[in-house]
């Protein structure tokens, strides 16, 4: 296996990797060049075995042989053109900005994303998806992984986000979730709030998760057939952190639903509301 051994951070072969910590600079470099970074091998190895193509590796001495056969099986073995990086950890740091206790970074090549019609038909093996999560203008990073990584564990089939919603494939939110973003179909609305005119189109009953006077409880809805049938499709819509959802995406839901709260408490997080939510409509299927 051809590795490259390094005594600096710098290397212009590593630009994939550096001040990953920045992240405006992140944000607008990466999509640009159709890049993400995933970091730790249970990171990596879900990437790759959801089909995304590895541009290079970076990782300390000790993760060679934990991604051996990762390394194979990507063209990074003895006559691959997948260059595989390794470094002492001070070299490792000053390369990416932070402690990389991970041991392991891979810079992915972003793969195009489908449109929303696509991404709904081919869940659940073709049948098409049932549950839904839609994602307004959320802008923390954890935030999003949580969420994807709640939708996982849950049962939700596809997550759709809004133009402005902060990048799945981000750094942060790829390790947030473990890996699941690579799980969860997913795609970006180009519209908003016109994109939920597709999933009502689509029959699914568009719920927004808002406080409003005519919100309905949580409870409430899940026992509605909107949920409890046997064909029910939902989306359920979650809004910005601080702010929450915006008027015109609640004006275009179908319902409003609201998490009974107590202890004079208005609001949970919007990752944590989502795996309330997710929970509470979730959909039996058979393993």
Same mark, same amino acid.
């Given at each position: 296996?051809?590795?490259?051994?390094?005594?600096?951070?710098?290397?212009?072969?590593?630009?994939?990797?550096?001040?990953?910590?920045?992240?405006?600079?992140?944000?607008?470099?990466?999509?640009?060049?159709?890049?993400?970074?995933?970091?730790?091998?249970?990171?990596?190895?879900?990437?790759?075995? !959801?089909?995304?193509?590895?541009?290079?590796?970076?990782?300390?001495?000790?993760?060679?042989?934990?991604?051996?056969?990762?390394?194979?099986?990507?063209?990074?073995?003895?006559?691959?053109?997948?260059?595989?990086?390794? &470094?002492?950890?001070?070299?490792?740091?000053?390369?990416?900005?932070?402690?990389?206790?991970?041991?392991?970074?891979? /810079?992915?090549?972003?793969? *195009?994303? !489908?449109?929303?019609?696509?991404?709904?038909?081919?869940?659940? &093996?073709?049948?098409?998806?049932?549950?839904?999560?839609?994602?307004?203008?959320?802008?923390?990073?954890?935030?999003?992984?949580?969420?994807?990584? &709640?939708?996982? +564990?849950?049962?939700?089939?596809?997550?759709?986000?809004?133009?402005?919603?902060?990048?799945?494939?981000?750094?942060?939110?790829?390790?947030?979730?473990?890996?699941?973003?690579?799980?969860?179909?997913?795609?970006?609305?180009?519209?908003? *709030?016109?994109?939920?005119?597709?999933?009502?189109?689509?029959?699914?009953?568009?719920?927004?998760?808002?406080?409003?006077?005519? +919100?309905?409880?949580?409870?409430?809805? !899940? /026992?509605? *057939?909107?949920?409890?049938?046997?064909?029910?499709?939902?989306?359920?819509?979650?809004?910005?952190?601080?702010?929450?959802?915006?008027?015109? /995406?609640?004006?275009?839901?179908?319902?409003?639903?609201?998490?009974?709260?107590?202890?004079?408490?208005?609001?949970?997080?919007?990752?944590? +509301?989502?795996?309330? /939510?997710?929970?509470?409509?979730? !959909?039996?299927?058979?393993?």
């Amino acid at each position: 296996m051809p590795i490259h051994r390094l005594t600096t951070a710098d290397d212009e072969r590593l630009s994939d990797y550096l001040r990953l910590t920045d992240v405006v600079l992140r944000a607008r470099h990466e999509p640009a060049k159709g890049l993400y970074i995933a970091e730790s091998s249970t990171v990596i190895r879900r990437a790759v075995a !959801a089909g995304h193509r590895p541009r290079s590796f970076l990782m300390a001495e000790r993760w060679l042989e934990d991604l051996a056969d990762v390394l194979d099986a990507v063209g990074a073995g003895p006559d691959g053109d997948v260059p595989v990086y390794v &470094g002492e950890p001070g070299v490792l740091e000053a390369v990416t900005g932070f402690h990389l206790h991970r041991g392991a970074l891979a /810079a992915m090549h972003r793969p *195009p994303l !489908a449109p929303v019609s696509e991404v709904l038909a081919t869940a659940r &093996g073709g049948a098409g998806a049932r549950r839904v999560a839609v994602l307004e203008d959320i802008v923390d990073h954890t935030n999003v992984g949580a969420i994807f990584r &709640g939708a996982a +564990a849950l049962g939700v089939d596809v997550v759709l986000v809004s133009p402005r919603c902060a990048d799945p494939l981000y750094r942060r939110s790829v390790r947030v979730s473990m890996g699941t973003v690579f799980q969860v179909l997913w795609t970006r609305l180009e519209t908003w *709030p016109g994109g939920l005119d597709e999933l009502r189109a689509g029959g699914f009953t568009v719920a927004a998760l808002a406080l409003a006077a005519d +919100a309905v409880s949580l409870d409430e809805f !899940a /026992a509605s *057939p909107a949920v409890a049938a046997a064909d029910s499709r939902l989306a359920l819509v979650l809004g910005t952190e601080g702010d929450g959802l915006s008027r015109g /995406a609640v004006a275009a839901a179908d319902v409003v639903v609201r998490i009974p709260m107590a202890g004079g408490v208005d609001s949970l997080n919007v990752a944590a +509301a989502s795996a309330v /939510a997710f929970w509470a409509t979730r !959909a039996i299927v058979p393993a």
